[in-house]
């Protein structure tokens, strides 16, 4: 019977650094954004819905999505956010159902790192939720060195999330990234091990 284990965490909480670990470590680990970015490229199944839902505005010259008019235009619009993520989360659904049915048939463990997994009501698919946790302080720091926003943008990106707080109390293992990579990986060591040694 294989474990499944669900990664999540705030916007530049340091997700990708515990995914690259895992994966060197040998783990398969399903990453949601990159399957989104498949499913909204050109031809995509996600493309031509969103297409369909929100015009061609949102395409750029190459008639691809233009992600960052997109993103500007759900962000300040709660209405259009709504509409875009239910419409998102039933094909992402279905595709994130077929990865993880076949991972079930091959890995002992293996981990999905979706970013709204507690958002969009991931909980039940897994084992355990482990959450990477950053002081807000640094991950607005991150998020406007990483992507170029304003503390306001930044802020708003955040807050569109649930609050830390609350995530922490719905997780079953916590990974703090507010300190050294080496202090990150050992914790993931230690999980990886509990987490075998229950095989």
Do not use: C
Not at 25 to 43: F, N, R, T
Not at 103 to 130: C, G, N, V
């Amino acid at each position: 019977m294989s474990k499944i284990i669900g990664l999540t965490g705030g916007i530049a909480s340091g997700k990708s650094t515990v995914t690259a670990y895992l994966r060197q470590k040998g783990y398969q680990v399903v990453d949601a954004d990159q399957l989104v970015h498949s499913l909204q490229a050109k031809g995509g199944l996600l493309y031509q819905a969103l297409i369909l839902a929100f015009g061609t505005g949102i395409l750029g010259p190459d008639q691809e999505l233009d992600r960052p008019k997109f993103a500007q235009l759900i962000f300040n619009d709660p209405a259009a956010r709504k509409k875009s993520a239910d419409l998102q989360d039933r094909i992402i659904r279905q595709e994130l159902i077929k990865e993880r049915d076949r991972l079930a048939q091959e890995e002992d463990i293996f981990f999905m790192d979706l970013p709204l997994l507690f958002e969009l009501d991931y909980e039940d698919w897994f084992d355990e939720i482990w959450l990477v946790v950053l002081d807000e302080d640094q991950q607005l720091q991150r998020l406007m060195a990483r992507n170029g926003y304003s503390f306001d943008q930044a802020q708003k990106r955040i807050a569109a999330q649930l609050p830390l707080a609350k995530k922490i109390r719905l997780a079953d293992q916590l990974i703090d990234n507010n300190g050294s990579l080496e202090e990150t990986y050992a914790q993931l060591d230690q999980q990886l091990e509990r987490l075998k040694a229950q095989l």
